[in-house]
């Protein structure tokens, strides 16, 4: 018996063109393609004549999203700066929606691109069942099993877990980078004017002043008092 669940933001959100209707929709279900595989593209990584050839009809979803793995983009943003396992995962999370069964299954496919290239993967994953069952022809992949019922918080999403580039190669392009894009301000100059109070002031005069004695010296207090106190022993 299926159990009630009510839906939240976390369900999947399946993207499909044969539920396009007009150019909009079909530009929506392009980018989602695009940050599916991409993460995100700029201009210089779009390929205008798959998206023609898509919106045409002349090619489905599914290979647009086989073009898009096979691109020099791809290869070189992403496949060429990675190890074969964390290429392997990245396919599966992002065509079959899901994270890999284990290390047996990473290290399966690590050995298929080991043989036979991204191409040989992408092709096995795509023509695959699980592929077809869960997307077809003209569905986007998207994350599935995002909530977990035994869990108040869902799955964490696979370009957190996965980010784009590994520790070493986000150390040697200087990542994180924080770039400031807005206008910088600066304070008023009435605002750096002082109006008393501030000891710093005060240095100044302060250094030109004598010596000061310690406090015991001016009281009349030997430097080593304790000396001078009467011994009085036990007994006596």
Same mark, same amino acid.
């Given at each position: 018996?299926?159990?009630?669940?009510?839906?939240?933001?976390?369900?999947?959100?399946?993207?499909?063109?044969?539920?396009?209707?007009?150019? @909009?929709?079909?530009?929506?279900?392009?980018?989602?393609?695009?940050?599916?595989?991409?993460?995100?593209?700029?201009?210089?990584?779009?390929?205008?004549?798959?998206?023609?050839?898509?919106?045409?009809?002349?090619?489905?979803?599914?290979?647009?999203?086989?073009?898009?793995?096979?691109? +020099?983009?791809?290869?070189?943003?992403? =496949?060429?700066?990675?190890?074969? =396992?964390?290429?392997?995962?990245?396919?599966?999370?992002?065509?079959?929606?899901?994270?890999?069964?284990?290390?047996?299954?990473?290290?399966?496919?690590?050995?298929?691109?080991?043989?036979?290239?991204?191409?040989?993967?992408? +092709?096995?994953?795509?023509?695959?069942?699980?592929?077809? +069952?869960?997307?077809?022809?003209?569905?986007?992949?998207?994350?599935?099993?995002?909530?977990?019922?035994?869990?108040?918080?869902? @799955?964490?999403?696979?370009?957190?877990?996965?980010?784009?580039?590994?520790? =070493?190669?986000?150390?040697?392009?200087?990542?994180?980078?924080? %770039?400031?894009?807005?206008?910088?301000?600066?304070?008023? @100059?009435?605002?750096?004017?002082?109006?008393?109070?501030?000891?710093?002031?005060?240095?100044?005069? %302060?250094?030109?002043?004598?010596?000061?004695?310690?406090?015991?010296?001016?009281?009349?207090?030997?430097?080593?008092?304790?000396?001078?106190?009467?011994?009085?022993? %036990?007994?006596?």
């Amino acid at each position: 018996m299926k159990t009630f669940r009510v839906g939240s933001d976390e369900d999947a959100k399946a993207v499909s063109l044969d539920k396009a209707l007009d150019r @909009e929709d079909q530009n929506f279900v392009i980018e989602a393609a695009y940050r599916q595989i991409f993460f995100h593209a700029f201009k210089v990584d779009r390929d205008r004549t798959l998206e023609c050839q898509l919106r045409d009809g002349q090619i489905t979803v599914r290979d647009f999203i086989r073009s898009l793995c096979l691109s +020099d983009t791809f290869t070189r943003s992403f =496949y060429n700066l990675n190890s074969n =396992y964390k290429v392997a995962r990245h396919l599966v999370e992002k065509l079959l929606g899901r994270p890999v069964h284990g290390k047996t299954e990473e290290i399966a496919w690590s050995a298929v691109l080991m043989t036979r290239g991204v191409k040989g993967m992408v +092709d096995d994953i795509l023509n695959g069942q699980e592929y077809l +069952d869960a997307f077809g022809y003209d569905t986007v992949p998207f994350h599935r099993n995002r909530v977990v019922g035994s869990r108040d918080l869902g @799955e964490t999403p696979f370009n957190i877990t996965s980010p784009r580039y590994d520790a =070493y190669h986000r150390g040697t392009l200087g990542f994180p980078q924080i %770039v400031f894009t807005g206008e910088g301000r600066s304070y008023p @100059e009435r605002s750096r004017q002082r109006r008393g109070g501030f000891a710093e002031d005060y240095l100044p005069w %302060v250094r030109t002043l004598p010596a000061l004695r310690s406090p015991a010296a001016s009281a009349g207090i030997p430097g080593n008092f304790l000396a001078k106190v009467p011994y009085r022993s %036990v007994g006596r």
